[in-house]
């Protein structure tokens, strides 16, 4: 969700000038950094620091209350750089920014079940590795891609548990045509995370209001989706096995 804050602004890091306010349009934080549970986190104070002479980027600061585990964390946005700063006036736009990263940072890693990490190790792996990146400001452009690759381990493992004889050809196979042999309910969330995932690898990004935190949602539901299945087919060959020795 987005907000309309006013943020302190110091022109040009000059402490002896008196602070500006200005009203930025923020793009909230989800997901607390510190109980990892997702609310709408309340604003305290926020700041707007940029230098062109020291060459800092425009960079936003802000302070948020979470009303689930009630502390404190920043969040830091930057601005667009094409808004650089001309007569120490920060400039006027309403376009959202978005977070690029909370002090302390996340602890994001899920835990997967059993079934899901004996059916997909590298899937568990790959994911973890992804969290990692979003985790820290270093890396965290390359997370998107990790959990594009960790959706297709997931997938094609899933594939190959369910139709073993066929391993190789599932092992080659585009992703796309992998999800159109995956039982139809699924389909649709798995198409949505990889193409959100595809979007991450890509230049050109085609669903602009969509982002990494979406994809995480889709992959979660995918998850649950396949453990389902997963069950079912573990109690079918149950059922086969007691079946077969009763004869
Ligand atoms: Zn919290």
Redesign the pocket.
Known sequence: MTKNYKLHYHPNLNLEKETTIELKSVEEVRI?P??G?A?SPTFIDGYLIGDNNSYIPPTAYIIFH?P??S?LYIAKYYIPHNYYITNDMMPYDFTPIFPSCTYPGKHILPEFTENIKQLSPMFVETYRQACYAEENEDTIGLAGLGYRKAIEFLIKDYLIKVDPDNKDKIIKMQLGKCIDKLDEDIQDIAKAATWLGNDEVHYFKKHGDYGIDDMKDFIQCLVADIERYYVKLKAREFVNANDNATK
């Open positions: 607390c510190h109980c549970i609310t979470c689930s585990c502390k």
